[in-house]
T-cell receptor
């Protein structure tokens, strides 16, 4: 089945630093999504991307849908302690097949 | 509040028991899902329903039976619970026009002893 390679697996950064994480796939997706999961909670949708090349921001978060439709990245600028959590990418094909999730990037922010 | 809600939040039970988890969404979405998240945090789709009709069933043992009484509810019943069923189960929903944009519930942590 389809798989997503999400990297890095974990990151330790200082408060105020910028963060970058990405997802790659061997196959094409029509939709890329980024979620954040806090401990004991469900994944929360951060950004949804629907078009190749699309660059979308949500506050300090910016995500891009790769031109090849096989990758996406998420940047977080000026990290703060509440950015701590696990970030998941997911690829979709307009509901025709299940979403495929990456294995997550665990972000730790040192104050 | 508009959301996806699940009950219970925690469920601890003995091997061999039968249990149910309930999910409700008041977002007016057409499609609902059940996911299993293992101890390594990997999220795996189990089922999806569209307007009460099963559309995805991903290699899940038939001890797991989803039931959708209406399009706002998707319950998960598990028979003869096994140790390996211990995990966090998430319900999610998505609207018809952007079916990949899924919104998750808070999860149910199931522990089988």
């Amino acid at each position: 089945g389809q798989q997503l390679n999400q990297s890095p697996q974990s990151m330790f950064i200082q408060e105020g630093e910028d963060v970058s994480m990405n997802c790659t796939s061997s196959s094409i997706f029509n939709t890329w999504l980024w979620y954040k999961q806090d401990p004991g909670e469900g994944p929360v949708l951060l950004i949804a991307l629907y078009k190749a090349g699309e660059l979308t921001s949500n506050g300090r978060l910016t995500a891009q849908f790769g031109i090849t439709r096989k990758d996406s990245f998420l940047n977080i600028s000026a990290s703060i302690p509440s950015d701590v959590g696990i970030y998941f990418c997911a690829g979709g094909n307009s509901g025709n097949t299940p979403l495929v999730f990456g294995k997550g990037t665990r972000l730790s922010v040192i104050a | 509040d508009t959301a996806v809600s699940q009950t219970p939040k925690y469920l601890v039970t003995q091997m061999g028991n039968d249990k149910s988890i309930k999910c409700e969404q008041n977002l007016g979405h057409d499609t609902m899902y059940w996911y299993k998240q293992d101890s390594k945090k990997f999220l795996k789709i189990m089922f999806s329903y569209n307007n009460k009709e099963l559309i995805i069933n991903e290699t899940v043992p038939n001890r797991f039976s989803p039931k959708s009484p209406d399009k706002a509810h998707l319950n998960l019943h598990i028979n003869s619970l096994e140790l390996g069923d211990s995990a966090v189960y998430f319900c999610a929903s998505s609207p018809m026009h952007v079916p990949d944009t899924q919104y998750f519930g808070p999860g149910t942590r199931l522990t089988v002893l």
